[in-house]
């Protein structure tokens, strides 16, 4: 059974940085793409990027095209998400998940039976 425990959280300025890292363990990490997730409070759960098992393409949605990241690391099993000029709207739990057949690209609606592994999310908080 697949591990994901997400790290990084916090919170900062707007304006701010923050760099969150997702560790995996128990499934085979190479052949998985993996995305990240939010949601913010009261509110659904929104697809923010994903990235192919080759890490070789990354997609992004609108919202944060140009400003976050994501990038994997094969060798530890990882996979970051670099988050820039943060602004209060991106306050929200941050989650990572894995997919074995779902393609890392957009996603209009995410539900619990969207990725194969989910982990427990981090908090990140925008505010001055």
């Known amino acids: 059974e697949g591990q994901l425990v997400e790290s990084g959280g916090g919170v900062v300025q707007p304006g701010g940085s923050l760099n969150l890292t997702c560790t995996t363990s128990?499934?085979?990490?190479?052949?998985?793409?993996m995305s990240w997730v939010r949601q913010a409070p009261g509110k659904g759960m929104e697809w923010l990027t994903g990235i192919n098992s080759r890490g070789s393409s990354a997609y992004y949605a609108n919202s944060v095209k140009g400003r976050f990241t994501t990038s994997r690391d094969d060798a530890n099993n990882t996979v970051s998400l670099q988050m820039n000029n943060l602004k209060p709207e991106d306050t929200a739990m941050y989650y990572c998940?894995?997919?074995?057949?779902?393609?890392?690209?957009?996603?209009?609606?995410?539900?619990?039976?969207?990725?194969?592994?989910w982990g427990q999310g981090t908090q990140v908080t925008v505010s001055s």
């Open positions: 998940a894995a997919s074995a057949y779902r393609a890392p690209g957009f996603c209009s609606v995410v539900s619990e039976t969207t990725y194969d592994y």
């Open positions: 128990g499934f085979t990490f190479t052949k998985f793409a």
